[in-house]
């Protein structure tokens, strides 16, 4: 392909790009293909010759098409966000073509530079404490990952390592190995299962901190547990705390624990994954208050700032020029732009919710403070495992549970960049016309189960249906 190919089969792309944009909820926004569907549609091994542009893009619709989960249709409201926008995908675009390898300043200044005054950006719009910018006296500042999972154990490591050091200036005869075996670390019961995988990699112990009736992590029930393994001969170094977990959306009390972490030498870092692109509006802002009590903070742009995967801020170098992404959507949406996206998606969910909570067959699980609503149906967990299995398999909207309490329940996050309230009104449609037909059916269920003769025959009796 040269540069006049290029130019001809790029514009083909970018039509379509856009045209798979705009058409997306057409298509089912959920695969209904078995494991292992690809290897069969297509070759062994690799072409010797160049094939043709045409056939590889036939190939897309007929090979890749089938088998994706469309996370940008408005149908779509599985997981997260998975932020993208136009702005986004061209910078993604001119990213790939400068193709520089951003390892150090000298490799590419304007890569090295660049980041960092975007993360400079991003943090004067989270009105983080000045000690988070690098444009100042302090010593932090924001540097670009891959994960929030990697952003997590990047800061982990480096506790570990500020806690050894520490130990080893008062207690100079004891070795690292020692001290690595008595370190031990907290996180919440409902932190996203890749802070516990940290702990696993960085060889220390954590132990998960209950959570109160709104899922969040209180200062007693920490401070308890740390003095607990002081006793013990423990030394508590890290805590892990929350902001919008992954289950329910709830928020540790960061403005107790913050305090508590200070006292005790323990490095505070917060995970605000999803919830961290809500902090630039000023009603959401408060959630992030005690964050000047914290070593380090990461959030995922590219879930809820139109950032394109794959975009975190926490606290390691990134080789990639993908700071690029992020000016241009600053600079083509701009602050308002921005916070209007995050509010519009807020709304959604609350609309949502009140649909639920006027239906005395549903219940809201968590209170709805962002783009989350956790909801089920009243009654057993079967019933609600029955429902989604109906709504997965009519691949009409997409879904995820969660388990909150013992009880497996539902959640609905608002995703999509194109999701409007027609959207949401016709998904709730659809979810109670499943729900109907499920709870039509559980009354003959029931009494199969129940009401059977002695000689294994059904005994017939009337049975009033289901509440609808």
């Avoid at 045209?19 to 089912?28: A, S």
């Avoid at 990952?145 to 990047?154: D, R």
């Avoid at 000047?292 to 794959?310: G, M, Q, R, T, V």
């Avoid at 009519?394 to 309490?405: A, G, K, N, Y």
């Amino acid at each position: 392909m040269d540069a006049a190919e290029f130019r001809r089969r790029g514009k083909e792309m970018v039509d379509y790009v856009a045209d798979y944009l705009e058409k997306i909820e057409e298509r089912p926004v959920y695969p209904d293909l078995e494991p292992g569907y690809l290897r069969d549609l297509i070759p062994t091994e690799a072409p010797c010759e160049p094939e043709s542009f045409e056939d590889l893009m036939q190939d897309v619709e007929r090979v890749i098409m089938p088998g994706i989960t469309h996370w940008h249709s408005p149908n779509f409201f599985a997981y997260f966000p998975a932020a993208s926008s136009y702005p986004a995908m061209l910078a993604d675009m001119l990213c790939g073509a400068i193709g520089c390898i951003g390892f150090s300043w000298a490799a590419s200044p304007a890569c090295t530079e660049l980041e960092t005054v975007m993360l400079d950006w991003l943090g004067k719009m989270l009105q983080l404490p000045e000690c988070f910018i690098a444009g100042t006296h302090g010593h932090g500042g924001g540097v670009i990952q891959s994960t929030a999972s990697e952003a997590t154990l990047m800061s982990l490591l480096a506790a570990r390592c500020k806690a050894v050091r520490r130990v080893q200036a008062v207690e100079s005869e004891r070795s690292e190995s020692d001290v690595l075996s008595k370190l031990v670390a907290y996180t919440s019961d409902q932190a996203h299962s890749s802070v516990e995988r940290a702990a696993l990699i960085g060889a220390v112990m954590m132990r998960k901190v209950p959570t109160d009736e709104h899922f969040a992590v209180r200062e007693e029930m920490l401070k308890k547990m740390v003095e607990e393994d002081k006793a013990a001969g423990l030394i508590p170094f890290y805590f892990c705390a929350t902001l919008g977990t992954t289950p329910s959306c709830a928020f540790d009390h960061i403005t107790k624990l913050g305090p508590l972490c200070n006292k005790e030498n323990m490095w505070m870092h917060i995970d605000a994954a999803y919830a961290g692109s809500a902090f630039i509006c000023p009603e959401f802002r408060p959630l992030l208050n005690g964050i000047e009590y914290a070593d380090s903070f990461n959030f995922n742009p590219h879930k809820w700032l139109l950032i394109n995967f794959d975009f975190i801020i926490p606290i390691k170098k990134q080789i990639r020029f993908r700071s690029l992404k992020m000016w241009f959507v600053f600079r083509l949406y701009g602050l308002k732009g921005l916070q209007a996206h995050i509010r519009k998606q807020v709304a959604l969910a609350k609309e949502f919710e009140s649909l639920v909570q006027a239906d005395n067959r549903f219940e809201i699980c968590a209170e709805v403070i962002l783009g989350l609503v956790c909801f089920r149906l009243k009654g057993s967990n079967e019933l609600n495992q029955n429902l989604l299995k109906r709504i997965t398999k009519s691949r009409e909207i997409h879904l995820v549970p969660c388990q909150l309490s013992g009880r497996f329940v539902l959640r609905f996050a608002i995703c999509a960049r194109t999701t409007e309230s027609r959207h949401i009104q016709r998904a709730w449609r659809h979810i109670t016309q499943l729900a109907f037909e499920l709870l039509q059916e559980q009354p003959l269920r029931e009494l199969s189960h129940s009401h059977t003769a002695s000689d294994g025959k059904l005994l017939c009796s009337h049975s009033r249906p289901g509440a609808v």
